[in-house]
């Protein structure tokens, strides 16, 4: 049977609204993703994690929270990724999502505050083993990031990119994980619902609304067409691709 015959289910654990699957979707679409939602928020979240236990692909997307404080999605959620991690089932995270992910592989205290708030376009600087990775798609295309959080690299994975502010800026294993600190999937409109409802953040970071859109309108045209390839790439690489 072809793959275009076949159906592929893709699950994607969203932690708030406004932080969406944006313009990794139509990526998914193309490439023949039924798309499903796991609201970390919903009172049947632990629910949705069992029905995705057998999904051909999950996506942690991003969050405004962290992963060292107390919320109630947080066990269900590390259960969920321990279990689908051990079995080496095809992982895609994003921001929240590496850092869960990162979570789960290293144990507590991966994850922790960072040194300074990271939020604009960033030049992504891959590693050896990331210029030979879907990553390579971002070499010399500034991507956003908006996160003030990092992790400690568990054993056991690949660091791929790194940049001037972080140290860990990307991640995998082997061709079915995939995880990374800045935001491929972000449009233009979720930019704008980001500065718009995070204008306290913004302004306690030193940051300028003003110049936030200015960088966006220059760089997201660049940044969405190096996150249609990388993400391409990811799925190509897929067992369910081949």
């Not at 919320?71 to 051990?86: G, Y």
């Amino acid at each position: 049977m072809s793959r275009s015959a076949v159906a592929l289910r893709c699950v994607v654990i969203r932690h708030e609204q406004k932080v969406a699957l944006g313009n990794i979707e139509p990526v998914l679409v193309e490439h023949g993703y039924t798309i499903e939602y796991a609201d970390a928020d919903s009172p049947d979240f632990a629910e949705s994690l069992s029905r995705a236990r057998d999904a051909d692909l999950v996506v942690v997307l991003g969050s405004e929270r962290a992963v060292y404080e107390e919320h109630a999605f947080l066990s269900p959620e590390l259960a969920f990724l321990r279990s689908r991690l051990a079995a080496e089932q095809a992982t895609f995270g994003v921001c929240f999502g590496a850092q869960v992910i990162a979570e789960t592989l290293g144990g507590d205290g991966t994850v922790m505050r960072g040194p300074a708030p990271d939020v604009g376009f960033r030049a992504i600087e891959p590693t050896p083993a990331g210029l030979a990775s879907p990553v390579r798609h971002v070499v010399d295309v500034p991507m956003a990031e908006w996160h003030g959080d990092t992790f400690a690299l568990p054993d056991g994975v690949t660091l791929l990119a790194s940049s001037s502010a972080y140290a860990h800026e990307a991640y995998g294993i082997g061709s079915w994980l995939l995880a990374v600190q800045f935001h491929p999937e972000l449009t233009a409109p979720m930019h704008e619902e980001w500065v718009a409802t995070g204008r306290e953040y913004l302004e306690s970071a030193g940051l300028d609304e003003a110049a936030l859109r200015a960088e966006a309108a220059k760089r997201l045209d660049a940044q969405q067409r190096a996150s249609r390839a990388l993400v391409t790439e990811y799925l190509a690489g897929l067992p369910s691709a081949r």
